[in-house]
Nanobody, 122 residues
Framework: VQLIESGGGLVQTGGSLRLSCAAS????????MGWVRQAPGKERQFVAA????????YYEDSVKGRFAISRDNAKNTVYLQMNNLKPEDTAVYYC????????????????WGQGTQITVSS
């Protein structure tokens, strides 16, 4: 299984970025997908999850209304649209796959990507 993130970079406060995660080696529609981030010196923090069909999503409180997770099952890709970015959003963002939506929402993922760095400057 490979989960390959892209779209990271440096952005100013208030800016936007869209992360992409291309999945291979798994039956994409059999997995819920999610994003998790890790800031320097901190533990990994759940960001968002989406069920296999894209009809149900779940967000960590601090990103609600600013971030949106979506997926394109035809492209085996999950996205994270991040708007109104803040310095506290600076972290490495990981794409992850879980066998069920319940597991994803419970932060229990089966597969992880390598991560992509997001830096928000003040």
């Amino acid at each position: 299984v490979q989960l390959i993130e892209s779209g990271g970079g440096l952005v100013q406060t208030g800016g936007s970025l869209r992360l992409s995660c291309a999945a291979s080696g798994l039956t994409f529609t059999s997995y819920a997908m999610g994003w998790v981030r890790q800031a320097p010196g901190k533990e990994r923090q759940f960001v968002a999850a989406i069920n296999w069909s894209g009809t149900t999503t779940y967000y960590e409180d601090s990103v609600k209304g600013r971030f949106a997770i979506s997926r394109d099952n035809a492209k085996n890709t999950v996205y994270l649209q991040m708007n109104n970015l803040k310095p506290e959003d600076t972290a490495v963002y990981y794409c992850a796959a879980a066998g069920t939506y319940y597991k994803a929402a419970s932060r229990r993922f089966d597969y992880w990507g390598q991560g992509t760095q997001i830096t928000v400057s003040s």
